[in-house]
């Protein structure tokens, strides 16, 4: 079984950018209510769908290079990576249904 990934500022190239697979990224912090929110459902997607998606995480609190660098405002922000470019961006909490929906169209 598949679990979230934790990446880092020094991580997140190796992890997230040079990927063999699509890669969901949340950019979360330990005190967002709606992030822990979205943490079981991501550990969820992670499991179901391991041979096609990478599930990582980076906390912003402790790693807000990436975040700065790639335009995080609030969180939780989950951004799907394909061949290390993101294509989709999604902000704020959502139910389980809502974000396969935006993220089917890219698994193969």
Same mark, same amino acid.
């Given at each position: 079984?598949?679990?979230? &990934?934790? &990446?880092?500022?020094?991580? =997140? %190239? @190796?992890?997230?950018?040079? @990927?063999?697979?699509?890669?969901?990224?949340?950019? +979360? @912090?330990? +005190?967002?209510?709606?992030?822990?929110? $979205?943490?079981?459902?991501? %550990?969820?997607? /992670?499991?179901?769908? /391991?041979? !096609?998606?990478?599930? /990582?995480?980076?906390? $912003?609190?402790?790693?807000?290079?990436?975040?700065?660098?790639?335009?995080?405002?609030?969180?939780?922000?989950?951004?799907? =990576?394909?061949?290390? !470019?993101?294509? %989709?961006?999604? $902000?704020? /909490?959502?139910?389980?249904?809502?974000?396969?929906?935006?993220?089917?169209?890219?698994?193969?």
């Amino acid at each position: 079984m598949s679990k979230p &990934v934790p &990446v880092t500022d020094g991580t =997140f %190239e @190796a992890e997230v950018l040079e @990927a063999d697979r699509l890669v969901l990224t949340d950019f +979360w @912090a330990e +005190w967002c209510m709606p992030c822990l929110m $979205v943490e079981p459902i991501l %550990e969820e997607v /992670a499991a179901e769908y /391991a041979d !096609q998606l990478k599930v /990582a995480r980076i906390d $912003v609190d402790s790693n807000s290079k990436m975040a700065t660098r790639l335009g995080i405002m609030s969180i939780p922000t989950l951004i799907l =990576f394909k061949n290390g !470019q993101p294509v %989709e961006r999604l $902000v704020g /909490a959502m139910r389980k249904r809502s974000l396969l929906e935006r993220i089917k169209p890219y698994l193969t």
